[in-house]
């Protein structure tokens, strides 16, 4: 089974600073690759996706994450935080009909 | 109402009632989705349903109980809950659960109910 690891629970970052936060998964096949946001009381928003082609790809909200196969990751990054991205991040993957989501981490930007 | 809506949005319930949680979904899609959120624990897919058919059961106890009775609405029936069981209870849809040459069939979330076991 595949397994979506979110290596940091937290992360405070300080407004317009940069941030990426990590993930990785266990297994490299066929896989499809996802990162949302949760704010406080609303369900989850897709942030961008990997499916295949380039390796960088790039979401709303200014954010862009890159896949890298050999090192089975899918970092999320943003040059430039607002206190508006303060919100919960989830990794996930898909894998057939399967989706597994990571712990998530929990973003404060703080101004 | 657009996209999902999830009712109640807290539920409080002892372990001996039975209640029932409602998604329903504006998209014209055919997947629906039930997932359990736990503090500190990964989102957990518990039902998916393509074109009112359930296609994927992980494993869920049979304390939850889905049902799809078109493919806008989805339920979730619940009776003698256990206090492990509260968590946040997220419905999702999707046009269907199958990836389609050159597009993906993303989902989209509910908001989501809180469901409280006394």
């Known amino acids: 089974a595949q397994s979506v690891t979110q290596l940091d629970s937290q992360v405070p970052v300080f407004e317009e600073a940069p941030v990426e936060l990590r993930c990785n998964y266990s297994s490299s096949v066929s896989v499809y690759l996802f990162w949302y946001v949760q704010y406080p009381n609303q369900g989850l928003q897709l942030l961008l996706k990997y499916l295949s082609g380039s390796t960088l790809v790039k979401g709303i909200n200014g954010f862009e994450a890159e896949f890298n196969k050999s090192q089975t990751s899918f970092h999320l990054r943003k040059p430039s935080v607002h206190i508006s991205d303060t919100a919960e991040y989830f990794c996930?993957?898909?894998?057939?009909?399967?989706?597994?989501f990571g712990t998530g981490t929990s973003l404060t930007v703080i101004p | 109402e657009t996209g999902v809506t999830q009712t109640p949005r807290h539920l409080v319930m002892g372990m001996t009632n039975k209640k029932s949680l409602k998604c329903e979904q504006h998209?014209?899609?055919?997947?629906m989705y039930w997932y359990k959120q736990s503090a500190k624990k990964p989102l957990e897919l518990m039902f998916v349903y393509n074109f009112k058919e359930q296609t994927e059961n992980n494993s869920v106890p049979s304390r939850f109980s889905p049902e799809c009775p078109n493919s806008s609405h989805l339920f979730l029936h619940l009776h003698t809950l256990q206090p492990e069981d509260s968590a946040l209870y997220l419905c999702?849809?999707?046009?269907?659960?199958?990836?389609?040459?050159?597009?993906?069939?993303?989902?989209?979330f509910g908001p989501g109910t809180r469901l409280t076991v006394t």
């Open positions: 999702a849809s999707s046009p269907t659960t199958a990836i389609a040459s050159g597009s993906f069939n993303e989902q989209y």
């Open positions: 998209l014209g899609h055919n997947a």
């Open positions: 996930a993957v898909r894998t057939g009909n399967q989706f597994y």
